[in-house]
């Protein structure tokens, strides 16, 4: 195999899709939290005001936090869009070079390789910053904010290893 | 053929393959656009009207409380209210030890504390903070904001800067606690966003948790 037995792919193409499976992760991610608050939530209000009291504030609180979990997501979106595509391009670029036979346990490995290439020095660079922060002390922050986002990319960067494999080269 | 150059597996083919997401984040974003749209509408019309005076009469609104005067000039200013089956001596406790690093807010700590704020809610009296002196400072996270305690009214009022947690007692065993939060200041376009696009609404949430909390707790120490 040589480089010039290859189709020409549209780079821009890939970045693009990379970073729209990003912004939907993100929304995704975003909207299990938030259904998971208000029903946290409403079981407080519940519990304090009972059925009868609750409703006007039940919705509020309801409607409120699905605001804010959406504004946060489109606020926070562009990360994880930035993220997408440079993943994308690595995929792209490491499953023509080196999996031509298309071979699934390869797919898998350059997904790992992808997610970690981004992943370890992103959460290396958040734990330089944040300092005592990021620590286990603070675990929600830690899982809610960095643990389960990079469980949700690495996860991304798999099925999109694989999918790449199976239907675009 | 070499392997690469074969048609996809997918009978889809790669321009389907690549239409599927970018549909599905045009939709996704138009469906986003379209709740912050009716949001907007639905809070400034009835959402907003409704939280801004939660639980509170036109009288408690327009009513004059001793942390007044130490509400900024030209903030935006909610009053809440809420009815507590217990004597305000059982109320009191609780909102004097109010803080982080203190009782917490009685919030929902959960969220509170997605952000680092180290907020643990106590599920009992904490003696040592059944004190709080003007010029004590209250923080609102670890490490984060604070305000000083501006006037303690032992068993009626604590004003942390303009924040004023008013009880009022309603018999033996009952008693209305009034809250009166003033917003920081408003002075640009920046601020303005950050308050009414994030921070009002953020504050509401963990408001009425708070105010909800208060009461649970109160109410269980029979």
Known sequence: MTRRDLQPLDWGKVAWTGAQIGIAATFAYASLFGLYAIARSAGTILDVLGPFAAWGTLTTVALTLAYLVTAFALLLALGPALAGAASALLIAGA???????????????????????????????????????FALAHWETVVFWFGLPSFVFVTACLLTSLTWVRRTL | MNTLDRPPVSAAGPANAQARPRQLVRRLLMAVGLFLAVFAVLYVGVLRPYHMRWGATDAEVLQALPGDPYIPAGVVVSTRAITIDAP????????????????????????????????????????????????????????????PVSLVIPGRDLVVGGWDWHLVPLGPDRTRLIVRYPSFPVRSWGAAALYYGIFEQAHLVMEIGMMLGIKRQAESAR
């Open chain 1, 95 to 133: 499953s023509r070079r080196w999996n031509g036979d298309r071979s699934p346990d390869k797919a898998i490995g350059i997904g790992f390789l992808v997610a970690g290439l981004l992943v370890v020095p992103f959460l290396a660079l958040v734990r330089l910053g944040l300092g005592e922060r």
């Open chain 2, 88 to 147: 305000a001596a059982r109320v009191w406790p609780w909102v004097a030890q109010l803080g982080q690093g203190r009782g917490g807010f009685q919030s929902f700590d959960w969220l509170e504390n997605l952000f680092a704020a180290d907020i643990h809610n106590a599920d009992r009296i904490l003696p040592q903070y059944q004190t709080p002196r003007v010029g004590d400072h209250l923080s609102y996270m670890k490490d984060g904001p604070f305000e």
